[in-house]
């Protein structure tokens, strides 16, 4: 286990393949077997079973030790952070930008939050049980090569809407700033919702929205962002950028 996830899984790959060999051997005499006992050659048939049997003994002790050898608690391992580490020396190796925040993984455009219960990780609300380092770093670059799965115009309407009632429950006037974790904890207001739609996920979606360049809303409102100011205030939501670098979000406005 001191090796890590990476480590133990390459050497049970090496192991099951050894024994895999083993096993084609075995079936390889017994092919000989039904063959002599088909035919009524009994000598042969006693000459493939007994090798069989000692093959198939060899065969059952490499398997053996090959269970034994991988001894990885997989739910320590993930809870721990040590898998974490792994990921990001992983995704640094590719030169696969990746990041640490709150105790999920950024890595544009996708989310990763670990489950150690489970055995598995969630990348952007999709369970994956598939957790070998290497594994899940190519699943991340095969997603930022394809892009993000991002559609504007109804995250823009949402936050507009989500706009409106801040914009009233604090009794601010038209196109004056509401800070964006105000209008999150409207957008998330039902029981679980924060929890199926994180901050992460909410400041990853602003970055996705600022990327696109789309600003104005069907019904033709436009947005307005504020951040000059605010990036140095409380309630500033982060997030990075493809390039690594951070991307922060405090306030927005509607006009019209």
Same mark, same amino acid.
């Given at each position: 286990?001191? !090796?890590?996830?990476?480590?133990?899984?390459?050497?049970?790959?090496? !192991?099951?393949?050894?024994?895999?060999?083993? &096993?084609?051997?075995?079936?390889?005499?017994?092919?000989?077997?039904?063959?002599?006992?088909?035919?009524?050659?009994?000598?042969?048939?006693?000459?493939?079973?007994?090798?069989?049997?000692?093959?198939?003994?060899?065969?059952?002790?490499?398997?053996?030790?090959?269970?034994?050898?991988? !001894? *990885?608690?997989?739910?320590?391992?993930?809870?721990?952070?040590?898998? *974490?580490?792994?990921?990001?020396?992983?995704?640094?190796?590719?030169?696969?930008?990746?990041?640490?925040?709150?105790?999920?993984?950024?890595?544009?455009?996708?989310?990763?939050?670990?489950?150690?219960?489970?055995?598995?990780?969630?990348?952007?609300?999709?369970?994956?049980?598939? *957790?070998?380092?290497?594994?899940?770093?190519?699943?991340?670059?095969?997603?930022?090569?394809?892009?993000?799965?991002?559609?504007?115009?109804?995250?823009?309407?949402?936050?507009?809407?989500?706009?409106?009632?801040?914009?009233?429950?604090?009794?601010?006037?038209?196109?004056?700033?509401?800070?964006?974790? !105000?209008?999150?904890?409207?957008?998330?207001?039902?029981?679980?919702?924060?929890?199926?739609?994180?901050?992460?996920?909410? &400041?990853?979606?602003?970055?996705?929205?600022?990327?696109?360049?789309?600003?104005?809303?069907?019904?033709?409102?436009?947005?307005?962002?504020?951040?000059?100011?605010?990036?140095?205030?409380?309630?500033?939501?982060?997030?990075?950028?493809?390039?690594?670098?951070?991307?922060?979000?405090?306030?927005?406005?509607?006009?019209?």
């Amino acid at each position: 286990m001191a !090796d890590g996830l990476e480590a133990a899984l390459a050497q049970t790959k090496a !192991d099951a393949e050894v024994a895999g060999k083993a &096993a084609g051997t075995v079936m390889r005499e017994l092919k000989k077997a039904r063959t002599a006992a088909a035919t009524g050659q009994v000598r042969e048939l006693r000459t493939a079973l007994d090798a069989a049997v000692q093959l198939a003994a060899e065969l059952a002790e490499q398997v053996g030790r090959a269970r034994a050898a991988y !001894d *990885i608690d997989e739910p320590e391992l993930l809870d721990s952070g040590a898998y *974490i580490k792994e990921l990001l020396a992983a995704a640094a190796a590719t030169d696969l930008q990746m990041f640490e925040e709150d105790g999920r993984l950024l890595c544009y455009p996708s989310l990763v939050r670990i489950l150690p219960g489970e055995a598995a990780i969630e990348i952007d609300r999709r369970r994956e049980r598939r *957790i070998r380092p290497s594994a899940v770093v190519e699943l991340l670059r095969r997603a930022q090569q394809a892009g993000p799965r991002f559609k504007p115009g109804p995250f823009l309407a949402s936050l507009a809407a989500g706009y409106d009632l801040q914009l009233a429950r604090q009794g601010k006037s038209a196109g004056a700033v509401v800070k964006l974790v !105000d209008i999150y904890g409207v957008l998330t207001l039902l029981p679980g919702q924060a929890r199926d739609y994180s901050k992460q996920e909410f &400041a990853r979606d602003l970055y996705l929205l600022d990327q696109n360049g789309t600003t104005e809303t069907s019904a033709g409102r436009r947005l307005r962002w504020a951040a000059s100011t605010g990036t140095k205030q409380a309630g500033v939501l982060s997030t990075v950028a493809r390039t690594g670098q951070q991307r922060r979000y405090w306030g927005v406005a509607f006009d019209g």
